[in-house]
C-alpha cells in the first residue's frame, strides 16, 4: 500500500510541476500591460557570464504601457539594449543613458486572437503532461503485487486526480483568455 500511495504522491508533484511550468509561460505572454516578468526570458552577458536581466538592474513599470530598466552599471546600458533585441520579444527598448524604457503597444484585435491560441498550446502541452504522469502511474500500479481491486481503486485515485489538474488548466486559461481579450 505505501508503494500505491507513494506512485500517488509523484504523479501529483510531476501534474503540479505541470501547473507551474504553464504559469510561468503564460506570464510570457503580455496581455498589452507592462509587467516586469515579460523580461524574465532575457539574459545579459555580465563579466562573461550569461545572468538574468532581473540580477543587473532594477525593473519597474512607471505606468501600464511602459517598463523602465534601471542597471545597477550604467556601462551595461548597451548590452542590456542588446540583449533585449536578441531575445526576439518585439519590443524597441529605448537607451537615454540613464535608463532603458519599452513602451508597450496596444494590441490589435488580431494580436489578442492570435495570443490567446498560443496560451491555448501552452495549456494543451500542460494537460499531455498531466496525462502523461496519470500514464506513467497506471503503468507503476498495473506493475505492482497487489489485488485486482486495489489497483481498480487507485488507478480511479489518478483519474480524480488528473482530472482535477486538467480542470485546473482549464481555469487557467479562462482567467488568461479574458485578461488578453480585455481592453
Do not use: C, H
Amino acid at each position: 500500500m505505501e508503494e500505491l500511495d507513494f506512485i500517488i504522491e509523484s504523479s501529483k508533484e510531476l501534474m503540479d510541476n505541470s501547473i507551474i511550468y504553464l504559469e510561468k509561460e503564460l506570464v510570457n505572454i503580455r496581455a498589452g500591460k507592462a509587467n516586469p516578468n515579460m523580461l524574465s526570458s532575457v539574459n545579459v552577458e555580465y563579466y562573461g557570464v550569461m545572468t538574468p536581466l532581473s540580477q543587473i538592474s532594477n525593473i519597474s513599470t512607471p505606468d501600464s504601457q511602459t517598463i523602465s530598466i534601471q542597471p545597477w552599471e550604467k556601462d551595461k546600458l548597451q548590452d542590456i539594449e542588446k540583449a533585449i533585441l536578441a531575445s526576439n520579444l518585439g519590443f524597441n527598448p529605448m537607451n537615454n543613458g540613464e535608463s532603458i524604457l519599452i513602451n508597450i503597444p496596444p494590441l490589435t484585435e488580431e494580436r489578442r486572437i492570435e495570443l490567446v491560441k498560443v496560451a491555448k498550446s501552452e495549456v494543451e502541452k500542460a494537460k499531455v503532461s498531466i496525462r502523461n504522469a496519470r500514464k506513467e502511474a497506471n503503468n507503476e500500479i498495473r506493475k505492482s503485487d497487489f489485488s485486482e481491486d486495489l489497483k481498480s481503486n487507485y488507478e480511479q485515485d489518478i483519474q480524480d486526480l488528473t482530472d482535477k489538474f486538467i480542470s485546473k488548466t482549464d481555469n487557467i486559461l479562462a482567467i488568461k483568455e479574458k485578461e488578453i481579450l480585455s481592453i
